[in-house]
T-cell receptor, first 114, second 113 residues
Framework: DVKVTQSSRYLVKRTGEKVFLECVQDMDHENMFWYRQDPGLGLRLIYFSYDVKMKEKGDIPEGYSVSREKKERFSLILESASTNQTSMYLC?????????????FGEGSRLTVL | GENVEQHPSTLSVQEGDSAVIKCTYSDSASNYFPWYKQELGKRPQLIIDIRSNVGEKKDQRIAVTLNKTAKHFSLHITETQPEDSAVYFCAANSGAGSYQLTFGKGTKLSVIP
């Protein structure tokens, strides 16, 4: 079974703090994604990566950055957390060189910014 | 970019009845349409998908239909059971060369025993 592991299930941070969300997958997938999930808004893509050190902006990249130094690990960084970034963050991975492959999601990281 | 609209946002059905969730998309180049199910407190998981060269696909009690001309696709669940209660998301890919998958806002399905 594909396993996508997000390091923190629940985080509470203060406004202005730097936040790191880590994601690791164990299936040698080329593609990794960070989504944000908010009630009534569905899943919105923040950033994705199709190769090591490669990254592409999704639909809502403002206030976020990412890092992919190794194939299995994709990090989401909030340089200066704000209250409107309180949300559930979902990491996902997929194989292949197109956008027609199954996404395997992690359990999610629920971030609260006070 | 791609825009995916999903209806209804909530749906309640009696156990044993059918449920239908509908989605529309905007990008005529889209050719892959998956459906994900997210049970309460759990991760989204793929339940069925359809590609643009197929009009309908079935897997036991679930089926998906695609109308490329009208740019809409639907999820059909027959003989609903309480374990079908979840949030369902439709999605569509962007055109060739893009890695993006755009999701609808989700439908919360409640199956009443």
């Amino acid at each position: 079974d594909v396993k996508v592991t997000q390091s923190s299930r629940y985080l509470v941070k203060r406004t202005g703090e730097k936040v790191f969300l880590e994601c690791v997958q164990d299936m040698d997938h080329e593609n990794m994604f960070w989504y944000r999930q908010d009630p009534g808004l569905g899943l919105r893509l923040i950033y994705f990566s199709y190769d090591v050190k490669m990254k592409e902006k999704g639909d809502i990249p403002e206030g976020y950055s990412v890092s992919r130094e190794k194939k299995e690990r994709f990090s989401l960084i909030l340089e200066s957390a704000s209250t409107n970034q309180t949300s559930m963050y979902l990491c996902a991975s997929s194989s292949g060189t197109s956008n027609t492959g199954e996404l395997f999601f992690g359990e999610g990281s629920r971030l609260t910014v006070l | 970019g791609e825009n995916v609209e999903q209806h209804p946002s909530t749906l309640s059905v009696q156990e044993g009845d059918s449920a239908v969730i509908k989605c529309t998309y905007s990008d005529s180049a889209s050719n892959y349409f998956p459906w994900y199910k997210q049970e309460l407190g759990k991760r989204p998981q793929l339940i069925i998908d359809i590609r643009s060269n197929v009009g309908e696909k079935k897997d036991q009690r679930i089926a998906v239909t695609l109308n490329k001309t009208a740019k809409h696709f639907s999820l059909h669940i027959t003989e609903t059971q309480p374990e079908d209660s979840a949030v369902y998301f439709c999605a569509a890919n962007s055109g060739a060369g893009s890695y993006q998958l755009t999701f609808g806002k989700g439908t919360k399905l409640s199956v009443i025993p």
